[in-house]
């Protein structure tokens, strides 16, 4: 869980497939999604490390920020949160940057559950 931030949706789900569910539906909802973060890009080098959830050498776990644009030119930080197929949804906001609760309760309601059960056949398992 993000400090700060309690998950308003956990789906069981990987969470890769979610971070491109979910910027498909918020951008065909009239979003524009800019990826900021991707922990398993950033961590795409094996650095010798294990992961402290698994204690793995190959860490599976995901940690992705989308900032989401709507008609403001400040962006929610939309993060997701995931491993073993289960991701967490939670909008963080920063201090000096807050978002209005209407863009907040539409983005919430843009990724609704059931929204990504009507996406799923829309995405194949490699599709980038």
């Not at 951008?27 to 402290?52: E, I, N, R």
Request: overall charge negative.
């Amino acid at each position: 869980m993000v400090q700060g931030a309690a998950p308003f949706l956990i789906l069981y789900e990987d969470c890769n497939q979610m971070i491109k569910t979910a910027t498909h539906l918020l951008t065909h909802a009239g979003f524009t999604v800019v990826a900021s973060f991707d922990l398993q890009t950033a961590c795409a080098k094996p650095m010798g490390c294990t992961c402290p959830q698994h204690g793995t050498d190959f860490c599976t776990c995901q940690f992705a920020i989308l900032l989401v644009y709507g008609e403001d030119a400040i962006p929610a930080s939309l993060v997701l949160q995931g491993n073993d197929e289960r991701t967490e949804f939670s909008i963080v906001e920063i201090p000096g940057q807050a978002i209005s609760p209407a863009f907040k309760a539409k983005i919430m309601s843009t990724l609704h559950p059931s929204n990504f059960l009507s996406t799923a056949w829309q995405f194949m398992p490699n599709d980038s």
